[in-house]
DNA sequence: GCCACCTTACTCGGATAAGGACTGTCCGAGTCGCTAAGG
DNA sequence: CCTTAGCGACTCGGACAGTCCTTATCCGAGTAAGGTGGC
């Protein structure tokens, strides 16, 4: 099982746009992570089809936050991103092979896809309980207010190279 | 993120595997589930790499529950099959582009790797706290024993194909 | 009748191709801001 | 000086190759059982 490497980028470029009060360009953001800018923008646009980003065009446009950090929860992100649907699918081999489970049993999920999908439900919970703006707070609290005041600070000159 | 179908095809081999009292052949196994006889025994190799399962070669030989059903836990067939890895993988972007971050608070894991690994966390106690002893009983409530039983008539029966 | 050996068939184990998904990239459509001309 | 049309540049969005991992398969090494010959 392997996550996508997209949703690291978009859950900090979450937690940057949250920090500004302009539209940022993918490549400004993609600048600010040191990573590839035309794959950042395709993991973008992913966000926005989920409704978490909104894309303005043309000159000073990019990609502001939607709802408020306390709205946003890491759970959004990852399915925006990773997509939703679930890691662990049942391919009913039950009703396979010489001893086919009946179709009465069959209306619910055999045991073992019930299981999965409780841990699953575990997982999504947890994601669904941090929100970017506890993530915020968790790095202002650790840099002391140092990293998030540099990074409004950096947001707010022009694009220097 | 997507799981190994192989991790579906292991959980039902032991769930089978603790019926049997005389070892299972790959091949037996995988006409019993109705799946590709040499894929399966694919998976089932790393299920013995992992100390689930002991196999027998030579006539009447198989594979075997190594500890009873209920010390086997879901967890251990999963990362058996799927690797213990974490799904995310932090690259440590914050120490990338025109602002890193300094040595100071990169000692410890950045609060976005924390919130993914606890919830990742959360999903392997979730499967952790299911043995496949829980499956099997389960499966004999809700078949009312039947599947269970007819499924150990089966296994005693000689290769029939 | 008992034992040792051999043959046989069966089993697993790792090494080997094919398909699909993630990764990475590019160029075109659309839009906003700026400029400059005209009233 | 104000309005308006045009231009230019910048932005996103979807369509296009490359690479890695999952899927699927095969054949060889090893082993236990069963048969056979000898004692």
């Known amino acids: 099982m392997k ?7 978009g859950l900090h470029c979450c937690v940057v746009l949250s920090q500004a ?20 923008a395709k993991h973008l646009q992913a966000l926005a089809r989920a409704g978490i980003v909104r894309s303005t065009q043309g000159q000073d446009g990019g990609y502001v936050l939607v ?18 649907e679930p890691a662990f699918r049942c391919t009913e081999i039950r009703q396979r092979g010489p001893l086919p489970a ?17 841990s699953e439900a575990a997982w999504r919970d947890s994601l669904a309980a941090v929100s970017i703006a506890d993530l915020v707070a ?3 609290a650790e840099t002391g207010g140092t990293a998030l005041r540099k990074t409004r600070g950096w947001l ?3 694009a220097a190279s």
């Open 67 to 84: 709802k408020p950090p306390a709205e946003i929860t890491m759970l959004a992100v990852v399915e925006a991103i990773d997509g939703a």
């Open 138 to 140: 968790d790095v202002d």
């Open 102 to 118: 009946g179709k009465r049993e069959c209306r619910a999920p055999c045991p073992i896809a019930r299981a999965m999908a409780n």
């Open 156 to 158: 707010r000159e022009p």
């Open 3 to 9: 996550l996508s490497n997209g949703v690291e980028w």
């Open 21 to 40: 009060e302009e539209p940022q360009p993918a490549a400004r953001l993609a600048e600010f992570h040191g990573v590839s800018p035309t794959y950042l």
